[in-house]
């Protein structure tokens, strides 16, 4: 269908008036596609001289929270937009990509043909429907997840009649769609192999998703070894136990295997009669399936955890070598994979927020990872926060309303840190979401519905808290499917992993070891501040050491070695479960800091520095301790 030819374009001429003149668009002018959009856009409320391109400007802090949260999909999707971005010359074409919601997460610069006003489309703009109307990438997403192209005039508003666009669909290894690829011309036709070389590059994101699953050996297969390799290969994960643990589409359809077989354990003998023998070791090979038909196979294998002496990334730079704590991570995998709610516990910076954004690596990769801080938004914020808003819930909220923290998480997974300081009336609103599976928004009428994981993080005695009737006891049992407890950093038995993968992954290339006098005091310590203190402790050494090979104990900071010294107070040594574990804390951090200023005689730029906190919040600390 060309739409440089006269004809075409006449059409949608012809189906635009009409439709927007209150008349029946012509059978066969525009793609039913198309009509249905239009419909959908002049529904919410929409109208075609709407200027809706430049509106919805992020700031440069919540466009970091985006890619943040989008980092999987953004580090997959990155070679082959760049490489898409080859194909589509800059002076007219814009590559980006979108997460479920419609959001761009991660796009090339604007084209200098482009309006100035196309300048907004990058990260943290919205292109769904609702917000600007017919739109490939938004048609992706309301239409079941199809490839679409959308042409000139077939777009609903005035400002986006020069535009062309094609955009196919992303899904992860559990078949969700996580997201749409777009490419975006302005005043140019769009040539006839757009479409498929959009939908190639996309496929060829969902199979660089298969390479964060932790499987075992990953099988790349094709009747034809020429495709191996490319976006058209099939491609299994497995796990130890040669159970399949993930298959994209074109595995499954040439194995027959049925849809989301994610977590379904087909054994690999039931495909392979043979497993995978005689396509052993790394390389290529070729296999008989059951069927009887020839595949060629290349098999990847990945090392093997080994929870024993060397430390392992099991994602998002967090180390684990404790066996026990590698075993708890393996656990909340599989339970959370089983749609589970997984609670961890633990002192504060024990590594809560990193083990939940691993754990979500390794179950949801490449969905949205959305993080909520329950003790840091003001309660009356909180419930619009989490939930969304309808339009017009209340006096100057947002046109189209906004979307919540729980609608932003859909497909993936959301976690809520500190959740034993979210207030009773939400804690009653987050249960319901949890039964139901859907939500409603603040002011609005209509469910809808939600598919996420949820990990939560406490450093408070929830017990406690249930006891004291300020947290629901129904919500506790339906968060707590299954609880990690973080063990402090002077419990952990891969304290000399930590510290020498800590090294080096901030010595960024250059050799660096430590002294075995250094060693030996950060042995000794009894990191009140665990991981996020030994970080901190360990990258001023490292920029004090300079140049210099050797990190030696002189490289510490001062003020941090003066209250190692004392032997800084050690929480284990306070009743393991006072009458409320903020106080315990408060006290703690009190302590701390009047140790480390008696230490550096009064200093309290050294001590903030000693203690890896700001002079601002150095001060407030110390205020509050004198009020109370
Ligand atoms: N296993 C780990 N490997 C490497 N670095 C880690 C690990 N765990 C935590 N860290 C680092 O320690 C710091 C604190 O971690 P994190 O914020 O996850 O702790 P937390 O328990 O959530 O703290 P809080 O309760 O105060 O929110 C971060 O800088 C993080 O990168």
Redesign the pocket.
């Known amino acids: 269908m060309s739409h440089a030819a006269d004809g075409p374009v006449r059409d949608v001429q012809i189906a635009r008036r009409n439709f927007f003149n209150g008349k029946l668009i012509p059978p066969g002018t525009v793609p039913e596609l198309v009509a249905r959009s239009w419909e959908r856009a002049a529904h919410s409320g929409l109208r075609p001289e709407d200027r809706a391109l430049s509106s919805n400007f992020v700031t440069h802090g919540q466009l970091q929270r985006i890619e943040d949260e989008h980092r999987v999909l953004i580090e997959a999707a990155g070679e082959d937009m760049a490489i898409l971005a080859r194909a589509f010359p800059a002076q007219h074409w814009l590559v980006f990509c979108t997460n479920a919601a419609g959001m761009i997460v991660s796009a090339s610069s604007r084209p200098a043909a482009a309006p100035a006003a196309a300048a907004a489309i990058r990260g943290g703009k919205q292109v769904c429907e609702a917000a600007l109307g017919t739109n490939a990438p938004g048609c992706v997403l309301r239409e079941g997840g199809v490839s679409v192209e959308i042409r000139r005039g077939e777009h609903y508003l005035n400002e986006l009649v020069d535009v062309v666009c094609a955009a196919a669909p992303i899904y992860d290894c559990n078949d969700r769609l996580i997201g749409v690829l777009d490419v975006t011309g302005f005043g140019v036709d769009l040539p006839a192999y757009a479409l498929s070389r959009v939908q190639a590059a996309a496929m060829s994101i969902e199979n660089r998703l298969y390479a964060r699953l932790p499987a075992r050996r990953i099988v790349r297969l094709h009747h034809d070894h020429r495709m191996l390799h490319t976006p058209a290969e099939g491609i299994i994960a497995i796990s130890d136990d040669d159970v399949i643990i993930a298959a994209n589409r074109a595995a499954r359809q040439m194995l027959g295997l049925r849809a989301g077989s994610v977590g379904a354990g087909t054994d690999l003998r039931e495909v392979f009669a043979g497993g995978l023998h005689g396509g052993t070791g790394t390389g290529l090979a070729s296999l008989s399936a059951r069927s009887g038909e020839r595949f060629f196979v290349s098999l990847e294998q990945h090392p093997r955890r080994t929870h024993s002496a060397a430390a392992t990334t099991v994602g998002g730079?967090?180390?684990?070598a404790d066996a026990a704590l590698a075993r708890a991570f393996d656990k909340a995998v599989t339970v959370i994979g089983a749609q589970v709610p997984v609670m961890l516990l633990?002192?504060?910076?024990?590594?809560?927020?990193?083990?939940a954004r691993a754990l979500h690596d390794a179950t949801r990769p490449g969905t949205p990872f959305v993080s909520l801080d329950c003790s840091s938004i003001p309660e009356s914020l909180a419930e619009a926060e989490l939930f969304g808003y309808a339009d017009g819930a209340f006096t100057g909220s947002r046109k189209g309303g906004s979307i919540g923290k729980i609608e932003q998480a859909n497909h993936g997974t959301l976690f809520l840190?500190?959740i034993g300081d979210m207030p009773l009336p939400l804690q009653t609103r987050l249960l319901s979401v949890l039964q139901e599976r859907s939500l409603t928004r603040v002011g609005g009428s209509k469910p809808v519905p939600v598919d996420i994981s949820v990990i939560c993080?406490t450093?408070r005695n929830l017990d406690e808290l249930v006891r004291q009737g300020s947290f629901r006891q129904d919500l506790f049992y339906r968060l707590n499917g299954m609880s990690v407890r973080?063990p402090a950093l002077r419990e952990r038995t891969d304290l000399p992993e930590?510290i020498d993968?800590?090294m080096q992954s901030l010595a960024r290339g250059r050799p660096k070891r430590l002294e075995a006098d250094a060693m030996a005091v950060l042995m000794a310590h009894r990191w009140p501040g665990?991981?996020?203190e030994?970080?901190q402790v360990l990258r001023a050494a490292m920029a004090l050491s300079g140049d210099s090979e050797l990190v030696q104990r002189e490289h510490f900071d001062e003020g941090w070695l003066a209250v190692a010294a004392t032997g800084a107070p050690a929480p284990g040594v306070l009743p393991a479960r006072p009458d409320t574990h903020s106080t315990m804390m408060a006290d703690m951090q009190s302590e701390l800091i009047h140790r480390t200023l008696a230490a550096l005689s009064g200093n309290r730029s050294q001590a903030a520095r000693a203690l890896g906190i700001s002079r601002a919040t150095l001060y407030r600390k110390l205020a509050r301790s004198k009020s109370s």
Not at 317 to 320: A, F, K, S, T, V
Not at 346 to 355: H, N, Q, R, V
């Open positions: 730079g967090c180390l684990i633990g002192e504060t910076g024990t590594g809560k927020s990193l083990l840190d500190e993080a450093h973080m930590l993968a800590m665990n991981i996020r030994l970080h």
